[in-house]
Structures are given as C-alpha cells and as structure tokens.
C-alpha cells in the first residue's frame, strides 16, 4: 500500500449548477404540462398557431424528461460520482460544458418545437443541428466521466456507478441510431428509416429512453442518496449485481411492446412482451434494495420528509414497473394502447419515482451545498403532501380515463354494431377526469414553487464564500494484488459467490464495456431480423409515393404535431376495422420517413381518412373543428388558410426522400410545378363545392391533399370506389 | 427475508455506504424463474392462450365468428315505413337531435344545403323515395363526399334522421342552395330544374 495521501477537492460548484437547472426546468416542464391538460377539456386554450396542443406536447415531454430529469440525473452524478471514487472531475472545463451545453440545448428545444421544427418521433423531436449537439455534449460528458473513472482513488466502483456507466454508454447509442436522418434543410429532415423498420428503431430507442434516462440513473442517485439519507447500509449487494445485469440486458429487448398489433411482425412483438415480463423482477430488485435499505430505519420516515419523498419514490417505481410488464402483455395492451392508461402509468413513473427522488435528492443536497441549514422543514413536508395528493388525482383520474375510453371504443351492443361509434362521444366522456388532471397538476406545481422557495431562502443564508474541504485519500496502487482467497467449490459455487463480479468492479473500463456488450448483443438480435427479413414487410404493388404536394402536406402534419392526438395505424381487431376499416399493412408504410403511426388516440385513428369526407369538409374544419364537429376538442388552425405553401421547398423535400430510395421518378426534376398543378386543380373543386376562392397556394390545400391521400392506396388496389 | 440480526455487513464501504452481504429474497428469485418459464408455456401454448395463431389469423376467426353471430339485416324498412316514421313526433325530435349533431354541418341546420345538398326542395341526387334516403344515409355516397352514417349512427339515429328529412320538405328556407338531381315525385308536367344537376 502506498502511503503517500493526495490532497484534492471536490467540484461542488457545477453541481450547484445543476441543482438549480433541475428545478428550474422542472417547473417549467410542469407548467407545460399543465397548459396542454388544460387544453384537452378546454381547446379554447389553444393559441395557434405556435402554442397548440401538437407543439406543446413535444416541449413538455422534453423538458420533463431531459431537462427535468437529464439536470436531476447530472447534478447526483458529479455529487456522488466524485464522492465515490475519491476524485474530482478529470476537467471542469468539460464539466462546465456539459453543462452550459446542456442547458443552450433545452433552449432550442423550447424554441424549435413551438416553431414546428419537429421529427416527429416521440421523445426524438429535436431536429438534426440540435440532434448533432446533444451529441457532442453527450460524448463531453462521456470523456469527461470515463477519465475520472481511470483517476479514481477508489479500488472498486460502487453499485451507483455502474448504473451511470450503463446510462451514459446506452444513451449515446439510442440517440445515434434512431436520430440516423437526412436533411432537407436547416431544421427539417427525414429518418432514414421508413415504416415497420422505423417504428421499431423509434421504440428501441423510446422504451430504453425511459429505461436508460429515466430508470438507470435513478436506480443509481437511489443506490447512493437512499442509505446516506437513511445512514443504513444497502439491503444486498449480491441483489445488487443481479438486478444490475438482468435490468441491463433485458429491457433493450422490450422496445416492441409499444407497437403490439400494429404492421410489426407477431415474433417482434412476442420478444418484447416476454421480455417485459422477465423484466418485472430485475426491475424491482431495485425496489426492495431500496425499501429494504431502510430495515431499522422506518422510525426516521416518519420524522425525515427526505425520507418520505425517497419512500414514495421507490414505490411509485414498483408499482410503474409491475404495470409496465401488465401492460406488455398482449391482450393488456389491446386495451389499454392509444388511451389515457398509458399516459397514467407514465406519469405514476415520471411524478412519482422520478419527480420525488429528485425532491427528495435536492432537499439532502441543499444544506450540504449551500453549507447552511434548510431554510424551512416544514414547507418540506407541505411540498410532500401537496405533491403526493397531487399525483393521487392525477393517475386516479387519468386511469379511469385510459379505461373508460379503452372499453368504450371496444363495446358493441346486441346488434352488432359499435356502442359508441361517434369518436366524440367517447372523448366527451373523459372531459371531467380531464378536469381532476388538472387539479392534481396544480397541487404538483404549488409543491415545486414551494420547493424553490425554499431553496432561494436557503440559498440566501449561505456563507459569504463556501467552504472547499480538503480531502485526503491514498492514489490506487499501480500493481493491484487481488486480496480475496480463491473461491473454494465448483462452477456454480463459485460463480454465485460474485468474486467474479468483485474483480469487474475493479475494473471500471472492462465493467463499461461488458455493459456495452450486453446491451448491444440484445439490441442487435432484434434489429437484425427487423432490416434483413423479407417477409417482414410484403410489398403493396398499388403502394404510390405521396405526390409533391401531398408530400407538403405530410410536411404540415408533422410541423403542426397531428401524429400526438390522432394515430395512423389500425390494428387487426374486429372493433377497430369496424370503426376505422380494414387494418394497416407492413406495405402500406414503406414510404413513411418517419413512421407517423402515433401512440395515442385523442382523435380518431386517420390511416383511411382519405375520402371519407369532401375536401371541403378538410377545409372547414381545420378553419374551426367545433363548426363540422360541435364537440370537437381538437385546435382550431385558421392559419393554414393564410399561410402559403413554400413551394420551392417541396423540391429540397422530394430530393430528400428519393435519396433514401423512395422512388421519385419525374418530381426530382420539378416537384413545385407538379404540386403547384395539383393545388390549382384541388382549389378549383374547393371552390366549386362552395368553399373560399384563392386557396390554391394556401397551406390548407396541400395538408387536404395529404389527408384525403391517407389508405387510398389499398383502397383503389381492392377495387373500391376511389 | 432475512433475519437483520443475522445480516453481515460486507468489509467495503463508498463514501460511508455500507453493504449487507444478504442473499437475493427466496420470493424474488422463484418469481424471477417463473417469468422466465412463461417463455416456454407462452411459445408452447397447451391452454391456448399463448402465442396462438398471430395477430391476423386470430383477426380472421375472430371477424368469422363476428359475422356469424352478427348476420347483416338486409334492409328491412318499406316505404311506407318510413314515411309512417315522419308522422311520429318523438321519431321527429329524435331525428331533429341527430340532423342538427351530424347533418347540420353540411346541408345547414334549416336543412338548406351547404357543402351538401338543400334537402328541402324537390330535387334529389340520389332518390327522393323513403327508401332511396335511408340508403344514401347509410351506405354515403363518398365519391361526393357524404359520409357513411350507417357506421356511425345507430339503427334508431338513423330512422329519426331520414323521419327529420322527409319532414322538412317544401319549408324553403332562405337562402337555399341550388336544386340538384332530378324531381321527385317526377312530375312529366313540370319543367327541368332551374340548374342543370352538376356532375361531380
């Protein structure tokens, strides 16, 4: 051993900054979220054309999940990362870029998504200059992360660490791959991906999304804020190590259990809910380290508010991840997909298990940051309360909502016709849950402005200058001598003894790349077969690209968020073709870059919208839904009859797409003139049937055509009326 | 669960975090095992209620049997039916409820055409007979953009709207849109309507 002690100190600054990014961007997240609940019951809400439903929804889930929750996630790691392996940072500099990188991005997220700058996958909106930053921020955060672990003063890493390793490597890989696109311009581009093949790469990346930001490194702030909180040792270790690599290696396969009988192949969608039940355990092996870490404390939960938020946590996370392995279940999902169920069950993870954790981190972190006494316990405790009945209302409400209009879309009545075949009606039903969503989201808010009330006052007490303990620890030893006694027994025996995984843990660069391997090798028995299968997806002869100006049009749809309320995906299930017509093929999608089958049915499902109403219909009720529909929640989008069609645009659109091989023939050479040919000819039938002159080079004309395009394809192959 | 007296502390400790060196809870690992067997009996299938025939062939027996417990009524109502239907004031008011909700939008809550024909005058695009109205209603004629109501609206909504129809015949609203179709009752007396029925 060597006995020289370095001297050095830890980096408390930047992880004030991020404390205060983590609870700034979480009201706002919350307020968000809060404007498009109102929304939904009350579409007057809606200012069009940049705060509508279909922009906010995007900000909202990106503020909350990256902003939120990426902040928490960051402002525990550079705390506890440092702590545990007795270093500090490799480099500030990469730390504080990380940082005001981090930050410069969720700003131009909260300009861009307004702005209608929108990939238009979940959770991946952000467009590609944007897609390029997070990126290089995210590989600083790496660099910077994997050299402090090479600078540790610790032999071993502790159960925190492998979480954030596993974090860091897989989100770098999801966003990669699922933001692969081509550019057709500054702020818009399409995936490379087209249909099937996109769906599944989009889930791949948004199930381990809330597996690999939202799971993992809770799992890890959890494995180290619980027991400091609680001053009790972690309930097992050996659980510990299971838990890790099953979670680790199990969840990247569940991706396709979002997609459970739409176009995606039945085996893919086997291996992602059998997988999700197999993940049910490793998942709450986190759960009862967790609770079972406060063994001999439970007399402190009552006192510690701390403890409360930490308590509440991990249980919203048990129950979240025994509803996530339910809901992957088949038949589950048939009801529960495309309803408020799921976003329910979100939000019991997202309010609960990620939200409280973060309180509950941020309040121990507080007085030790800020080196003073938290300003007021008692609004600590007010904050837990409000907060907890808060979420209450919310998912009771909002469960009641996913089944009250899952089981009413599926009801037929003796004659066999639908119960309730007016999409509307089964909306009208949901208004008064809407509205106890809305209250449960104030009582959320009111917490967290507690919350940062309370921390400004704490903040105001600060010292004139903080205090930088100097710490002392012992550099690794360069020749490390194994000190454990070989391991008597067989095979079994010894491999159920962990040595094994005691010497990974000496390892941290061997430990990141097993971690690599595991998660790699189940992301790729999946995507294999997805992209080298034929018969995956049969081809559809009468399957046409849109036309260039239907092409605008989808352009529009995508900007103006449509694909958040209405679906475009009809699954093979007897009410559902009896409501929407026959189901969505694997064919019909072969041109969609992206995918546009949505997650959720607010409105009803538009893969057959096409000639199912005049154009002039199309054309009124995006002017105003209520006019054709009197209880339409759906915004209103008056200015799509102002605004014109960039129409020299359309050519950057067409050449994009036939560079990822849609077959383009005569529009890569002039793409306006054909859309301009058919706008002319689509408003001169508008104004026929009585409708607005001079639409012809209006927005309103290429998003008709988009719509009335939509399931025409199979339609005019079957020989219908066309 | 074991016993916390019994718990061994492992020798390590990260920042003053402790470890117990406990075995994995015996629930945990045999509901860990369990989760894997489902795998197998789901592949396997001897309940049937495993991985079963996939999703479209399931969709086909399940359509298969739909329809046959659900034979479609072919179209049952006379004439005269329906006509009886317009004198019946609570099919009136039923059918007044459902043209103001669904129709209005189209052909005007008077009934005076808009997108959609003037359902008031004497000419009819696609038969002016009870029956001929019932059909438009239910079957649509997309092509021009009248939707198909029979998926929408039930059998009784129905009944009500093309009661509401046949009633307001004749009530010339103001500001009507242009007679479409041909007359009916025809009448070889009177001359052809005023606009020549636009072919769409």
């Known amino acids: ?722 | 669960m074991a016993d916390k007296d019994n718990d061994k502390l492992l020798e390590h400790a990260y920042d003053g975090i402790q470890e117990f060196d406990n075995p994995l809870p015996t629930w945990w690992k045999w509901i860990f095992y369990a989760t894997i067997l489902v795998v197998p009996i789901y592949m396997w299938d001897p309940l049937g209620i495993g991985v079963g025939p996939g999703k479209v062939k399931a969709y086909e027996q399940q359509m298969a049997a739909f329809n046959a417990a659900h034979p479609k009524s072919a179209g049952t109502y006379t004439d005269d039916q329906l006509a009886a239907f317009a004198k019946d004031p609570a099919k009136l008011e039923a059918g007044k409820v459902v043209f103001t909700t669904y129709c209005a939008a189209c052909h005007r809550p008077d009934g005076g055409g808009l997108i959609g024909p003037n359902l008031t005058d004497d000419f009819w695009i696609h038969g002016g007979k009870p029956t001929e109205i019932m059909k438009t209603v239910t079957e649509g004629v997309l092509a021009k953009g009248m939707p198909n109501w029979g998926k929408v609206l039930k059998p009784d909504q129905i009944e009500g709207a093309v009661a509401y129809v046949q009633s307001i015949h004749g009530t010339n609203p103001a500001n009507p849109k242009a007679p479409e179709g041909a007359k009916f009752p025809s009448d070889s007396a009177a001359a052809p309507p005023a606009v020549a029925p636009k072919a769409k």
């Open chain 1, 1 to 722: 051993m060597n006995a020289r002690l370095d001297s050095f100190s830890y980096d408390d600054a930047i992880v004030r900054k991020f404390l205060w990014a983590t609870m700034i961007w979480g009201i706002v997240g919350f307020l968000i979220g809060l404007i498009i609940a109102i929304q939904l019951p009350w579409p007057g809400f809606n200012l069009a054309p940049y705060l509508t439903f279909g922009r906010l929804r995007p900000l909202h889930t990106n503020a909350v999940i990256f902003a939120f929750a990426g902040n928490a996630f960051f402002t525990g790691a550079y705390y506890s990362t440092q702590r545990l392996l007795k270093t500090r940072m490799w480099s500030d500099a990469l730390s504080k870029f990380h940082f005001w990188g981090w930050q410069a991005i969720i700003v131009a997220a909260a300009v861009t998504l307004p702005l209608g700058f929108t990939q238009s996958k979940e959770y991946a909106e952000l467009e590609w200059p944007i897609d390029i930053a997070i990126a290089v921020v995210w590989v600083a955060f790496a660099v910077n992360y994997f050299v402090t672990l090479t600078k540790r003063r610790e032999r071993h890493i502790y159960v925190a660490i492998w979480f954030y390793i596993a974090s860091i490597i897989t989100v770098a890989l999801l966003h990669i791959f699922n933001n692969l696109s081509v550019p057709a311009g500054a702020f818009k581009s399409y995936s490379i991906y087209a249909g099937v093949q996109d769906a599944f790469m989009q889930w791949w990346y948004g199930h381990n999304a809330v597996a690999f930001f939202l799971t993992t490194p809770f799992l890890g702030l959890m494995y180290y804020f619980m027991p400091k909180a609680a001053d009790r040792p972690v309930f097992s270790y050996r659980l510990s190590i299971l838990h890790f690599w099953s979670l680790v290696f199990l969840y990247i396969w569940a991706g396709p259990h979002h997609l459970h009988y739409t176009a995606l192949p039945d085996w893919a969608s086997t291996l992602g809910m059998l997988f999700s039940v197999m993940l049910w355990m490793p998942s709450w092996g986190g759960m009862v380290n967790g609770l079972l870490t406060l063994r001999g404390a439970w007399h402190k939960v009552t006192e510690d508010p701390i403890l409360k938020f930490f308590v509440v946590a991990v249980t919203a996370y048990g129950m979240s991840t025994f509803e996530g392995p339910m809901l992957s279940i088949k038949s589950v999902n048939a009801l529960a997909h495309y309803t408020d169920w799921v976003i329910a069950h979100v939000h019991t993870g997202a309010l609960g298990w990620n939200g409280f954790l973060t309180f509950g981190m941020v309040y121990w972190l507080a007085p030790r940051l800020f080196q003073t006494e938290i300003y007021s316990k008692k609004l600590v405790n007010l904050h837990f309360w409000l907060a907890t009945f808060g979420i209450l209302l919310y998912v009771v409400a909002i469960y009641s909502a996913g089944a009250t209009q899952g089981l009413m879309w599926r009801a037929f009545d003796e004659t066999g016709r639908l119960q309730y075949p007016d999409f509307v009606e089964t909306v009208m039903r949901l208004i008064p849950m809407y509205w106890v969503r809305v209250v449960g989201g104030t009582l959320y808010i009111t917490g967290a402005s507690l919350a940062i009330y309370n921390l400004y006052k704490t903040w105001a007490t600060r010292p004139a200058t903080y205090e930088v303990p100097v710490v002392q620890a012992a550099p690794l030893d360069p020749v490390y001598v194994d000190d454990h006694a070989p391991e008597a027994g067989g095979f079994w025996a010894r491999f159920t003894h962990m040595g094994w995984h005691r010497r990974w843990e000496g390892m941290p660069l061997f430990f990141s790349v097993m971690t690599a391997v595991a998660v790699i090798i189940a992301s790729l028995f999946e995507i294999i077969p997805t992209f080298l299968i034929k018969s995956n997806v049969p081809t559809i002869a009468s399957v046409k690209p849109y036309t260039p100006l239907e092409l605008a049009g989808r352009n529009i749809y995508q900007r103006e968020g449509c694909f958040n309320c209405h679906s475009q995906m009809i699954r093979p299930l007897t009410y559902e073709t009896e409501r929407y017509g026959d189901y969505s093929k694997p064919g019909e999608s072969v041109y969609e870059h992206p995918f546009l089958w949505g997650s959720r049915r607010i409105g009803p499902d538009l893969a057959r919208e096409g000639g199912k109403y005049p154009d002039l219909w199309h054309v009124r009720h995006m002017k105003n839904p209520r006019e054709v529909t009197q209880k339409s929640i759906m915004p209103a989008y008056p200015h799509l009859e102002t605004n014109l069609i960039d129409f020299p645009s359309i050519q950057r659109s067409v050449d994009a797409m036939a560079m990822i091989g849609v077959p383009y023939g005569d529009a890569v050479n002039n793409a306006p003139a054909m859309a301009k040919a058919q706008a002319e000819q689509l408003a001169a039938s508008i104004e026929a049937a009585g409708g607005p002159k001079g639409l012809a080079d209006k927005e309103i004309v290429a998003l008709t055509a988009y719509l009335q395009r939509l399931g025409r394809d199979l339609k005019n192959a079957s020989g219908g009326t066309p």
